[in-house]
């Protein structure tokens, strides 16, 4: 057993070690890109070994892939959405004026930090960064809980204010930036790194594999870790003191608090904190319990979400087609494909099998097609990912494993090949589906999204959705080509 155990840690400290060389920016395809995957053929034979009959997220860890989702949110983002719809903002005083700001500059940031964030090319605030810096940057600190739409900026939100925070001559840990997976950990870091490269400012990770004798007092300004190894470091090893910190931070916070073993850790660590500290919580989706639980960890926050209905871009037509089996959805696709020019398409899927089959059928009829699943690595998942951001691969197949995950330009159309639902209700799943339709339409463009309904159930679903989100779905007919060409106007 205890042979078992050391070849078990030896294995996790060889995988963060590989992870530590994955450098997630716009350079780094240039000089460290990953040996490509297979051809499509060869990769088609290796899924169907590795898939089961089974829908996506039942038969895997729920809890692992919310989490695993999460990291992929910010993989692959260059730009940021264009989102023009307004916040609503809750404060402790609601007669003190609310303020924004059109220019970085109107901040008052050193020189040193402004000139991190011009180098990472932004060039002004996104509308949630409009609304938020200022709050998080006033005196006295304010704790926050803050809701945006996916690719708004929300990371270089809390890293630049965070940054703001640190006296760089204190050599101690003054922030500290908890996330679901070490992954995700990591992609934090590296923005955190390259937006403080003008500075004297020093980042570590409290993550698996990151060793350091006891007695050890860590010397960084700021803490970006996992809360399992983050609790060791506090607690067991005493590695740094949690009441000097003057900035924490929950990242995807609605996975950090719905998940037990993550929301006991942080609140651990919330309680030793100062009365002080400023506490903040990120993400992109709030359920309303776990709004309700966030408010009872952060106390007096801000709040700044989206109302339901501007969650949905408008920038993106919605349709749905009428078919009867997977054959005559895939008969529309190719009706689809045939009559417009599409840029590059996302596909998602409710079964592995289902992918499997589609990914063979495409690759079959001469399209440049990648698949990704929960059964393929993390590391492999980035490969594709890569590929398909430089337009190798045209269609991405996928399940709700990148539901939440590419920002890509190119991408402008999204098909449902199967309606996202809540597992065992029948009942259409709001949140996957804003997610999904979300993966086009991105950075301002106009995006389509298409969904195959083959029975009545479904089609009542496509009724809930619209209803839900108060946007049209357009019935579309597939072998009028006239009506097709349509889209595109």
């Given amino acids: 057993m205890a042979d078992w155990a050391n070849l078990l840690e030896e294995t996790d400290v060889a995988i963060a070690k590989e992870v530590d060389k994955i450098h997630i920016t716009e350079d780094s395809n240039k000089s460290e890109e990953p040996t490509p995957p297979a051809p499509a053929a060869a990769a088609v034979a290796a899924a169907a070994v590795a898939t089961e009959n089974t829908p996506e997220n039942p038969s895997e860890d729920p809890e692992k892939l919310k989490a695993e989702n999460s990291f992929f949110t910010k993989v692959l983002r260059s730009q940021l959405v264009e989102s023009k719809t307004e916040v609503e903002i809750q404060q402790r005083d609601p007669n003190s004026p609310l303020y924004s700001v059109k220019t970085f500059e109107e901040l008052k940031l050193k020189t040193s930090l402004l000139e991190g964030v011009y180098g990472m090319g932004f060039n002004k605030p996104s509308k949630i960064q409009e609304t938020a810096l200022p709050m998080l940057m006033c005196d006295p600190p304010q704790n926050m809980i803050a809701q945006s739409q996916s690719g708004t900026g929300k990371t270089a939100a809390f890293v ?38 003008r500075t004297e400012i020093v980042v570590e990770h409290a993550i698996r594999g990151k060793r350091y004798a006891r007695g050890t007092r860590i010397g960084a300004h700021i803490i970006v870790g996992t809360p399992g190894t983050t609790v060791d470091w506090v607690f067991k090893l005493k590695f740094f003191d949690p009441r000097q910190l003057r900035v924490f931070v929950l990242d995807e916070a609605d996975v950090m608090v719905s998940q037990q073993g993550h929301q006991e850790q942080s609140i651990r660590i919330k309680k030793t904190l100062d009365p002080r500290c400023q506490c903040l919580l990120f993400s992109a ?32 037509k919605q349709f749905y087609v009428m078919c009867n089996n997977e054959s005559e959805k895939y008969e529309s696709l190719c009706n689809i494909y045939g009559t417009i ?112 309904v083959d029975n009545a159930e479904t089609l009542r679903m496509i009724k809930q959705i619209q209803n839900y989100f108060n946007k049209e779905i357009v019935k579309l007919n597939t072998d009028d080509s006239d009506e097709i060409e349509g889209l595109v106007c």
């Fill in 160 to 197: 630049l204010a965070t940054l703001s925070r640190i006296d760089e001559a204190a050599k101690y840990p003054q922030a500290l930036i908890l996330a679901p997976t070490y992954e995700l950990a990591l992609q934090i870091g590296e923005v955190l790194q390259r937006m403080a490269s």
């Fill in 285 to 316: 989706t709030y359920e309303e319990d776990v709004m309700r639980f966030a408010q009872t960890v952060i106390p007096d926050p801000i709040l700044i979400k989206l109302k339901r209905e501007e969650q949905s871009l408008d920038t993106i």
């Fill in 341 to 452: 020019t599409i840029g590059q398409t996302m596909i998602f899927c409710k079964m592995k099998t289902t992918a499997t089959w589609l990914l063979k059928k495409m690759a079959e009829d001469g399209h440049a097609v990648a698949m990704l699943t929960s059964d393929i690595s993390i590391e492999d998942r980035l490969v594709t990912l890569n590929r398909f951001r430089e337009g190798r691969e045209k269609v991405l197949i996928t399940t709700n494993v990148c539901a939440r995950g590419i920002d890509i330009e190119q991408v402008t159309v999204v098909i449902n090949f199967d309606l996202p639902i809540v597992h065992g209700s029948g009942t259409p799943d709001m949140e996957t589906y804003l997610h999904r339709i979300g993966r086009t339409g991105r950075f301002g463009k106009k995006g389509i999204a298409i969904n195959f």
